[in-house]
């Protein structure tokens, strides 16, 4: 079956412009995850989404992130006002269920550049 | 708080040579920890996890991993590496609570020489 799918694939946005980013995660899949990906870093969370609830936010970096998953499937990271501190790759990863020890599925990620 | 310390960026083995990349954790709860690998320009991929059963993990592509409680270690080995193994591992540990947001070290290239 088809696996964790984000568009675009890359983006580049002057400073101060909005992006979005789009994740469409594997079907029936309740949990998602938001990940930033600076380069040479590991992966660090943003925030995470148990159908369509956000019930964590806590790794935005700044209120110019924001996120959605209103039918609880397809789930978008908006960037307000883009810096150039904001470039990075941005990874989706999608569950099957709601614990700990469950795998998470990572999209291939958006790679944004702000010029 | 936890977090995943991973000991050498890059990582050059030969073919045929043993593989060892190294994590080392800090939890103050018993920890989940995983390893996944990533390709160019590709998302992460599960090699395995270690979910408090079996001590020594077994994953994909011959990858396997021992969970040493008194270490605070999780180190990764396969016997013999692949030109095929070349990429980036990452080392993650859960972050508590019920969601599992994972916590990642910052990574090991690994290099394959023929």
């Known amino acids: 079956g088809a696996g964790v799918s984000q568009s675009p694939r890359y983006k580049v946005a002057k400073r101060g412009q909005d992006v979005a980013l789009r994740c469409d995660p594997i079907?029936?899949?309740?949990?998602l995850f938001w990940y930033q990906q600076a380069l040479g870093q590991g992966p660090e969370f943003l925030t995470y989404?148990?159908?369509?609830?956000?019930?964590?936010k806590s790794g935005l970096p700044s209120d110019r992130f924001f996120a959605e998953r209103p039918e609880g499937s397809v789930s978008t990271l908006k960037i307000q006002r883009t810096q150039q501190e904001d470039s990075a790759v941005y990874l989706c990863a999608s569950v099957a269920g709601t614990t700990s020890t469950d795998t998470q599925y990572f999209g291939p990620g958006t790679r944004l550049t702000v010029l | 708080a936890q977090s995943v310390t991973q000991l050498g960026s890059h990582v050059s083995v030969s073919e045929g040579a043993l593989v060892l990349l190294r994590c080392n954790y800090s939890?103050?709860?018993?920890?989940?920890l995983f390893w996944y690998v990533q390709y160019p320009n590709q998302g992460l991929q599960l090699l395995l996890k270690y979910t408090s059963a079996a001590t020594l993990v077994k994953g994909i592509n011959g990858f396997e991993a021992e969970f040493k409680k008194s270490e605070t270690s999780f180190h990764l080995t396969k016997p013999s590496a692949h030109m095929s193994d070349a990429a980036e591992y990452f080392c993650?540990?859960?972050?508590?609570?019920?969601?599992?947001?994972?916590?990642f070290g910052k990574g090991t290239k690994l290099s394959v020489k023929p």
């Open positions: 079907s029936g899949h309740v949990s």
């Open positions: 939890s103050s709860v018993p920890p989940y």
């Open positions: 993650a540990v859960s972050g508590g609570g019920s969601q599992g947001n994972l916590i």
């Open positions: 989404f148990q159908n369509e609830a956000q019930l964590d």
